[in-house]
């Protein structure tokens, strides 16, 4: 028979010592919780990845291996497919199954405030209403494996620099309709089984122990059933963070949730009853996990999985601009291209951080074309310039293990501090790219060192320089030579240093990478990385200048341009936005060379276009994932319809960003949300600054025509109007249009945006068909949070409901009274 849920965590719940019960509320190690191995009860391991499963790291408690690395999530929501979602949602959580983890830490729901967020293209949109429809289909996916998402950051962590102190002061009302909505949509419709609590201060309380925050409005007003967790380190105390509805605290073995906690319940700060609610959150987990029922493991990179990344991609890769339909690339009568620009042969699929994913493979767009046009086509590529401005991490496959029995590095643990005797642990890494929590592994405290061996081979001959980022002490022999010798400041997580130096390289040839690292006593977390770039000498760099030849002399020029792989990343935010490296002036001089140029762009947060004007066609691809080459030619060919739309505005410049005068830029303690609920377009609309690309743009090969909208011309408060409007599809090509609502509200008796989104549909059209297309507005899509009431009020009076193909774009419109 069939025992109730609450009834095994009850039977459970009354087996446990008290100690037991407190033990269960911290992680073992980095990735599990702790077990209960008298009753059974098994530790839950939990993984990164909000677009794919990380699993490449040979960490403590989690697997090892390639998984499929999806487009990421700012190009989860520029398709504006939430059921596509979905089904990339059910193939991570596959994957996640896999490799035997059972919550997956995502998705990312923060909101994009400013265009130099650092986190930017693992979040959603600006939107909050996208952002909760696209994760409600991520959460129901991965959930329907029978593995947990926990959604995050909550809340209000929109930037990187100083995140682990800064505090968000933002107002009740700007809290509720722009920060929480997208939080709320998730946890009621789709009850994540945990909820990530972020770094940031919010209004002056941690995120980990605000109380409001957490058992005021995520458990007692939304009623989040699954359990809180800490990001990694974020928590700061026992009994605040305890009565503050934080569950459980991450990365283990406990720093406050441990001994703390106990001294706590002894001494009568905390009620035993509190930790008892806790536990059983944690308990009613692992059951739903299955973990205590065996489950099965599932597939990984399976070629439905594989082929899946790629619709995603091709559904998300948005066209801004066409001049004269110069795309599709007409292939009878193409003779020639120009593949121009560091992104070309490089297949940029995603950014840096947690989020990073490791997959089978890669397919980047100059390959891809080569394959889709074949020998009819002549194809020449030249690079043209950087995509950087410093050395990026040293590519994984310029590495081999030094028995030369694959790609990658070896790597040796040693318990001194020195390197000597027998190492602990040996394992392999990809890259030489290493971040690790003392205390929360198997490395020994408080000193240990440790060693990282390849071969590097880079493939041209030249002069490279080499640049080390890192804190404790790091050395850096290249060929039994000392390369690089870092000793930087002592303390902790904050204090990093690095170091530079050149040398000439031979192309093809090995070269012997050894890497030291010795822990200073004191640091909580440990890290370097290391950086390798072609340096070209000025006078002897002719790049920009073959680049020109080579565009003038083909039928198309393609420039595939962007940032690298890594720039955006958690852990810092973006300078400004230009592009890195020289692009600017690539795109500029190729475009001027041949006017039939399309630029490619690869970014997840918007980007400066002083080149706009020079260039015929401009289509964004965000990070596609690994099936990024295939994707882009595609499109390119027409082989798809490009059907995604911008998630976020485009601004013309960055002083015309609402967050601009109260960012957090270089790094206050106090980031003050001054623009309120004028988030996004709904600033650019209440200023009428006319932006470079409105939110909700994007181009189709084919063209789309709206009618017969029908609105009712009077509703009662409390009842949902029901809106239809016609789409028909007057091109010459299959294509698909995204049909955006917007709801005004004419009078109100707060300032309220001049529209805002509150519905949408992607309608796939065959040439001259005709489809209607339906939405239902229930009471909150017309209502704005009052603080004075601290509720949701609709205001009867004129509303205007608004339906187009962008923000900036309204094709129908039409008004009804509420009464």
């Given at each position: 028979m069939l025992i109730p849920l609450k009834q095994r965590i009850e039977d459970l719940l009354s087996k446990l010592t008290l100690k037991e019960k407190i033990a269960l509320l911290s992680g073992k190690d980095i990735w599990n919780t702790v077990p209960i191995e008298r009753l059974g009860i098994p530790s839950l391991t939990m993984t990164d990845g909000p677009h794919g499963v990380r699993a490449a790291n040979p960490e403590v408690g989690r697997p090892v291996g390639p998984t499929t690395c999806f487009p990421t999530g700012i190009s989860m929501a520029a398709s504006w497919n939430p059921e596509l979602v979905e089904r990339v949602g059910r193939a991570i959580g596959e994957e996640a199954h896999g490799v035997g983890c059972d919550i997956l830490?995502?998705?990312?729901?923060?909101?994009?405030?400013?265009?130099?967020?650092?986190?930017?293209?693992?979040?959603?949109?600006?939107?909050?209403?996208?952002?909760?429809?696209?994760?409600?289909?991520?959460?129901?996916?991965?959930?329907?494996?029978?593995?947990?998402?926990?959604?995050?950051?909550?809340?209000?962590?929109?930037?990187?620099?100083?995140?682990?102190?800064a505090s968000s002061n933002v107002d009740e009302r700007t809290l509720r309709e722009i920060y929480l909505p997208a939080f709320e949509a998730a946890v009621k419709e789709a009850q994540p089984w945990t909820v990530m609590c972020s770094y940031n201060r919010v209004n002056g309380v941690y995120a980990s122990q605000n109380h409001y925050l957490l058992n005021e409005i995520l458990k007692n007003e939304w009623g989040f059933e699954g359990f809180v967790i800490s990001?990694?380190?974020?928590?700061?105390?026992?009994?605040?963070?305890?009565?503050?509805?934080?569950?459980?605290?991450?990365?283990?073995?406990?720093?406050?949730?441990?001994?703390?906690?106990?001294?706590?319940?002894?001494?009568?700060?905390?009620?035993?009853?509190?930790?008892?609610k806790a536990a059983c959150r944690i308990l009613r987990i692992i059951l739903k996990s299955g973990r205590m029922d065996k489950a099965a493991k599932r597939a990984i990179n399976t070629p439905e999985h594989q082929a899946l990344a790629r619709e995603l991609a091709e559904e998300a890769i948005t066209l801004l601009k066409n001049e004269a339909?110069?795309?599709?690339?007409?292939?009878?009568?193409?003779?020639?291209?120009?593949?121009?620009?560091?992104?070309?042969?490089?297949?940029?699929?995603?950014?840096?951080g947690s989020s990073h994913v490791d997959p089978p493979y890669r397919v980047s767009p100059l390959e891809a074309?080569?394959?889709?046009?074949?020998?009819?086509?002549?194809?020449?590529?030249?690079?043209?310039?950087?995509?950087?401005?410093?050395?990026?991490?040293?590519?994984?496959?310029?590495?081999?293990?030094?028995?030369?029995?694959?790609?990658?590095?070896?790597?040796e643990f040693f318990e001194n501090?020195?390197?000597?005797?027998?190492?602990?642990?040996?394992?392999?890494?990809?890259?030489?790219?290493?971040?690790?929590?003392?205390?929360?592994?198997?490395?020994?405290?408080?000193?240990?060192?440790?060693?990282?061996?390849?071969?590097?081979?880079?493939?041209?001959?030249?002069?490279?320089?080499?640049?080390?980022?890192?804190?404790?002490?790091?050395?850096?022999?290249?060929?039994?030579?000392?390369?690089?010798?870092?000793?930087?400041?002592?303390?902790?997580?904050?204090?990093?240093?690095?170091?530079?130096?050149?040398?000439?390289?031979?192309?093809?040839?090995p070269h012997s990478l050894q890497i030291e690292y010795t822990k200073r006593p004191g640091q909580e977390t440990v890290h370097y990385n290391l950086g390798l770039a072609a340096t070209y000498k000025p006078d002897a760099d002719d790049r920009l200048r073959r680049a020109i030849r080579l565009a003038k002399k083909c039928d198309v020029a393609i420039v595939f341009a962007g940032v690298p792989e890594g720039f955006e990343s958690e852990g810092w935010d973006r300078p400004d936005m230009d592009l890195p490296g020289g692009q600017d002036e690539l795109i500029r001089v190729v475009g001027r060379a041949n006017p039939r140029t399309v630029v490619i762009l690869n970014a997840g947060s918007p980007m400066a276009m002083p080149w706009l004007d020079e260039v015929a066609a401009l289509v964004l691809a965000y990070y596609p994932g690994q099936e990024n080459g295939n994707a882009v030619a595609n499109v390119l060919l027409g082989r798809v319809n490009p059907s995604g739309k911008l998630p976020v505005t485009f601004p013309k410049r960055l002083e015309d960003n609402p967050a601009f005068i109260n960012s957090s830029y270089p790094g206050a303690r106090e980031v003050h949300y001054g623009e309120g609920i004028f988030v996004g377009y709904r600033y650019y609309d209440k200023k009428d600054i006319e932006p470079l690309f409105p939110f909700g743009h994007g181009l189709s090969y084919t063209a789309f025509e709206y009618s017969r909208l029908k609105v009712p011309e009077a509703v009662e408060v409390g009842e949902p109007v029901q809106v239809s409007v016609t789409v028909k599809n007057i091109g010459q090509v299959v294509g698909k249009e995204i049909v955006q609502l917007y709801v005004s509200d004419k009078v109100s008796s707060l300032p309220r945006p001049p529209k805002e989104l509150k519905g949408f549909a992607k309608v796939a059209l065959r040439p001259g068909e005709v489809k209607s297309v339906t939405f239902e507005l229930d009471g909150r899509a017309l209502a704005f949070y009052d603080p004075a009431k601290k509720r949701w009020v609709a205001e009867t009076g004129e509303f205007e409901v608004l339906l187009g193909s962008s923000s900036r774009d309204i094709r129908a419109r039409a008004a009804f009274k509420l009464k």
């Open positions: 830490l995502g998705p990312c729901v923060n909101i994009v405030r400013s265009p130099l967020g650092g986190r930017n293209f693992e979040s959603y949109s600006e939107d909050p209403y996208l952002a909760g429809r696209t994760a409600v289909g991520f959460i129901k996916g991965v959930q329907s494996q029978g593995v947990g998402t926990s959604i995050k950051h909550f809340a209000c962590n929109n930037y990187e620099i100083e995140r682990n102190r990001d990694w380190a974020a928590n700061h105390e026992a009994y605040e963070s305890m009565k503050g509805g934080l569950d459980l605290e991450m990365p283990g073995p406990a720093k406050y949730y441990g001994s703390l906690l106990s001294q706590a319940v002894n001494n009568w700060q905390i009620d035993e009853a509190v930790i008892e339909g110069i795309l599709p690339l007409a292939r009878n009568s193409l003779k020639s291209v120009a593949v121009i620009g560091p992104n070309a042969a490089e297949a940029v699929i995603e950014g840096g074309l080569r394959a889709k046009l074949g020998d009819d086509v002549r194809i020449e590529y030249e690079q043209g310039c950087d995509n950087f401005d410093e050395p990026l991490l040293v590519r994984a496959d310029w590495l081999t293990l030094p028995d030369s029995s694959g790609s990658g590095m070896k790597v501090a020195d390197l000597s005797g027998q190492p602990t642990r040996t394992s392999a890494e990809s890259r030489p790219d290493f971040w690790m929590y003392i205390g929360s592994t198997q490395l020994p405290e408080p000193q240990f060192s440790a060693r990282w061996t390849a071969f590097l081979t880079i493939p041209t001959d030249g002069l490279y320089t080499f640049k080390l980022n890192y804190s404790g002490i790091c050395r850096v022999h290249l060929d039994g030579e000392l390369l690089l010798d870092g000793r930087g400041p002592t303390g902790g997580e904050e204090a990093e240093a690095s170091v530079v130096a050149q040398k000439e390289l031979r192309g093809g040839r």
